[in-house]
């Protein structure tokens, strides 16, 4: 029987079997070859605080405290995979047995998937870049909620996959100067790799200073905050330009204490701006949606304006998840956007 990957608990990642039948009616059957996680979003929960704040209640849109989870144990392990369509269920017209496809899923040898979720990859597209549609179509929607333009000056506060991919969205977009701001060496060197123009080790209480030097002293026009960290985000509205933007994409934890909108926040007047790449309808709908994101992104991978090759790091076997992936959560330092390759 085969096996998936799932966290069963607070950081209790285990193997689980699952049945796989013939795929359905619209569905295609894929043999995964390689696959990747999203490390923000799966350490809120593999951590455990993403199930802190309580229940969605999609009505109301609030959270509600002590009403349910966000989302229940076991959590499926895993982000996208590419794979080779082995089987097709009725009605599906769109592809063939042997096509390459990038779906979204979880750490599994073979799946079942909606035909309509699927994307037909050309063969000139590496699965590293594949994988990363995920974290591009966030980047794409935090440059669009920024309104970064051409000569713009932009930061990127932490350097994960989505960060490294807001660097090479900068980059398109026609950034002057793009900063990227990250305590890892590695993570730093990828950005200066992939369009940054400067790279920052941040230092406690002084990042926002290094930054309006790095700007003649005017600030940002753009900061995009990924790093989940509340010192980031004190100093992205210390290194802000008056009257630009701070862009807040990530998915930390309750801050707590250790913000301060009274300081620099209060005289140069920031707009701040939640990004979601999900959360439709689009602040420029009717026109964007999450499907039209996803498409801009996918588009840019195939033609090899966003490359993933530098971020899928590391590569590790599917059956060795179990003692590989917990360094996500121990060893960041290790890590910038986990691979997985199946098989032999």
């Known amino acids: 029987m085969p096996k998936k990957f799932v966290c069963l ?6 193997w689980e079997n699952y049945d796989l039948s013939a795929p359905s009616s619209g569905e295609v059957q894929i043999r995964h070859q390689f696959g990747s996680e999203k490390h923000g979003t799966m350490m809120a929960f593999y951590k455990g605080y993403g199930n802190d704040r309580g229940r969605w209640d999609k009505e109301r849109r609030i959270h509600v405290k002590n009403e349910g989870v966000l989302w229940d144990y076991p959590v499926p ?13 009725p009605g599906v017209t769109q592809f063939k047995t042997g096509d390459r496809v990038l779906a979204y899923g979880g750490f599994q040898p073979m799946a079942n998937k909606p035909a ?5 990859l050309p063969a000139s597209v590496p699965w590293e870049s594949a994988v990363c ?14 309104d970064l333009r051409v000569g713009d000056r932009l930061v990127v506060f932490g350097l994960g996959a989505i960060g490294l991919m807001c660097v090479q969205m900068g980059k398109i977009c026609g950034a002057e ?9 590695r993570r730093r060197e990828v950005a200066l790799q992939t369009g940054a123009t400067h790279a920052i080790d941040p230092l406690p209480g002084k990042t926002g200073e290094m930054i309006r030097e790095l700007t003649g002293g005017l600030g940002a026009d753009v900061v995009v905050e990924y790093s989940g960290s509340a010192s980031a985000f004190q100093q992205a509205l210390i290194g802000v330009a008056f009257g630009g933007t701070v862009v807040a994409g990530a998915f930390p934890p309750p801050y707590g204490t250790g913000l301060d909108f009274g300081g620099e926040a209060h005289m140069n007047r920031p707009r701040i701006i939640f990004s979601r790449s999900e959360s439709d309808p689009n602040r420029d709908h009717p026109r964007w949606n999450y499907r039209r994101l996803l498409e801009a ?3 840019l991978i195939c033609r090899g304006q966003l490359d993933g090759r530098a ?3 590391p590569v590790v076997p599917f059956d060795r998840l179990l003692e590989e992936y917990p360094k996500i959560a121990t060893q960041p330092q290790s890590n910038i956007k986990m691979g997985v390759r199946y098989g032999s």
Do not use: H, Q
């Open 177 to 185: 100067t793009i900063i990227a701001v990250d305590p890892i060496t």
């Open 297 to 299: 992104s996918f588009s």
């Open 116 to 120: 309509d979720a699927c994307w037909l």
């Open 311 to 313: 971020l899928v790091d």
């Open 77 to 89: 392990l895993g982000n996208m995979n590419v794979g080779v369509v082995e089987a097709l269920g």
């Open 133 to 146: 549609l995920d974290p591009a179509n966030y980047a794409l929607c935090a440059m669009r909620d920024g």
């Open 9 to 14: 608990k607070k950081e209790t990642p285990s």
